[in-house]
């Protein structure tokens, strides 16, 4: 499963960068995604990464905003948030894509080993 950190209360214009950390399976053969959940609101894809060759892919609203990358020696993704927006509030995910390229948009039954999720509050 993965483990994310680095979630906090922000002021709208700032940055974070959140962190998941991979157990317990082969993290560098999966795409991996960072996705988000704000109150009463479906979850969504927020951005991913493939393996192997790195393509990403970002939902539009976070498009030059914020920027996910991978480490596989430390069997760790990133995202790098920047210019942060109130709308950016939520909980974010990480999971594995069981494929190695990424798919568009919110796909579930691609996603597994889910963590707990780190809280995202962005205020104006």
């Known amino acids: 499963e993965f483990e994310e950190s680095g979630g906090a209360s922000v002021q709208a214009g700032g940055s974070l960068r959140l962190s998941c950390t991979a157990s317990?399976?082969?993290?560098?053969?999966?795409?991996i995604g960072w996705f988000r959940q704000a109150p009463g609101k479906e979850r969504e894809a927020v951005a991913c990464i493939g393996a192997y060759d790195g393509t990403v892919v970002n939902a539009e609203p976070v498009k030059g905003r914020f920027f996910i990358s991978r480490d596989d020696a430390k069997n760790t993704a990133y995202l790098q948030m920047n210019d942060l927006k109130p709308e950016d509030t939520g909980v974010y995910y990480c999971a594995a894509e069981i494929r190695t390229a990424c798919s568009s948009g919110y796909r579930p039954e691609l996603l597994r080993y889910w963590g707990q999720g780190t809280q995202v509050t962005v205020s104006s």
């Open positions: 317990g399976f082969s993290f560098n053969i999966y795409a």
